[in-house]
């Protein structure tokens, strides 16, 4: 008999418990379409500013300095995570989730126009200035944009059934996936003219947003009426959550896996500023990165029903061990004599080979992103929901902070030592992936 994972447990008062009168049906469809919308804008906007393809190089315009280079990435996870445990103390109970994923995507969105606002104003020259305004901004939109997540998530799950939450969250990705693959053309097109293409992804990227924000609006929450918890309540539950054997196992998984990224702010670095890969491509490894994204995400959806998101997180953690191998012989191999006189063109040997490293790069991403919504939930009663989410993901942020040290490894060792360290902290954590609980099978 076929088995698959245990459903989510739902709440007493979620939609799916009773049929859904007339008016509740179109409330819930009405909620169903702004919500993938939301989705698909949200990915699209930050596939503009993408931070491994698009805001290393911005970065490498105004400085030279390494582990500034590599700042970006870490900020974009860490301070997307951290605010996470602050929002689920805030929101946990509260009777309308709205309000704060509203704002939060109103912030986010006014981080990426006052960036733009200064690209169109002053151009890209090596500025310290401009270099401050950039991380400054680009600080605000993570912290926004990962206060948001918790209430969003819990708006969503409020304003859709339960039996409908898989589809919907893998519509989402879908449809930002699609959008992704259209963001990667358009970043190829930007960055194939001028410098000036940065501020045009910009301006698109914070048009998307802001039209991301409002869709929020229009998604019609179900208010429950449960009871906020003063902090100093939730803060003494926190050793309990946290002791279960678990959430530690999980988060030290994780905790490997987002310190195994140091290298990913360098991977296109290397191969535009060593291995002399044209500028241009950029946009074309986005737009196969997004591709990859669209093709694996029924795969992974798959993947998690049948065997459930330990075999999804160990799958992904092998894809991933693909990006440091590729870089670490690619250029030896191309350039081996006795290899080079039968490919004939090492230069198309190392493009292809980058485009494999991007391909894998989408792959896993469409794997954690999905993980993102389906593992944390595995492991936390429905009440515990927004505070798992929002103190687990707080402590991975700290965790996701430590890869900028790559910049360190890359200026005293080189890219070798930092492509090197990923692969041992990405076979790590394949190794501790085996930690993970097990899924509940249940007879289908």
Known sequence: ???????????????????????????????FLFGVANGGLLLFGDALIHPVLVLTLFVARLTNNAVLI????????????????????LVEGRHRQLPWAAWGGVARALAIGILAAAVLAGGIEPSGRLLLVFF????????????????LVELSARAIPADRRGFFFS?????????????????????????????????????????AAYTTLW????????????????????????????????????SLLALSTIADPFFIVYAQGILGVPAATVGLYLALSAIARV????????????WGNRQLLQLATLVRLLMPLIALGVH????????????????????????????????????????????????????????????TNSILGIVALVPMLGGVVVDRFGFAAVFLLSLVLTLLALATSGLLPRPRPVAR
């Open 136 to 151: 400054l901004c680009y600080a605000a939109y993570n912290l926004a944009a990962g206060f948001a997540f918790v209430p």
């Open 70 to 89: 590599g700042l970006v990435p870490a900020l974009s996870v860490g301070l997307w995570f951290l605010p996470q445990a602050l929002a689920a103390a």
């Open 219 to 254: 998604i019609a929450e179900r208010p429950t009426p449960q009871r906020a918890r003063p902090l100093r309540e939730w803060l003494e539950g926190l050793p309990k959550l946290l002791a279960r054997r678990s959430v530690r196992r999980f988060l030290l998984f994780r």
């Open 171 to 211: 519509q989402r990705n879908l449809w930002g996936s699609l959008l992704a693959l259209l963001a990667g053309l358009i970043v190829q097109r930007a960055l194939a003219a001028d410098v000036s293409g940065f501020a045009v992804l910009f301006a698109s990227s914070f048009a998307a947003l802001a039209l």
């Open 332 to 391: 030896p191999l191309a350039t081996w004599e006795r290899i080079a006189s039968r490919v004939g063109d090492p230069e198309r040997v190392i493009f292809l080979a980058f485009a494999v490293v991007f391909v894998a790069y989408g792959v896993t991403l469409s794997a954690q992103m999905l993980a993102n919504f389906t593992a944390v939930l595995e492991l936390a009663r429905p009440d515990e929901r927004p505070t798992l989410v929002g103190v």
């Open 295 to 306: 093709a694996t995400n029924p795969l992974w959806g798959w993947v998690v029903q049948r």
């Open 1 to 31: 008999m076929a088995k698959t994972t245990a459903p989510q447990p739902a709440l007493p008062n979620e939609l799916a418990i009773r049929p859904l009168t007339p008016r509740e049906q179109r409330r819930v469809r009405q909620s």
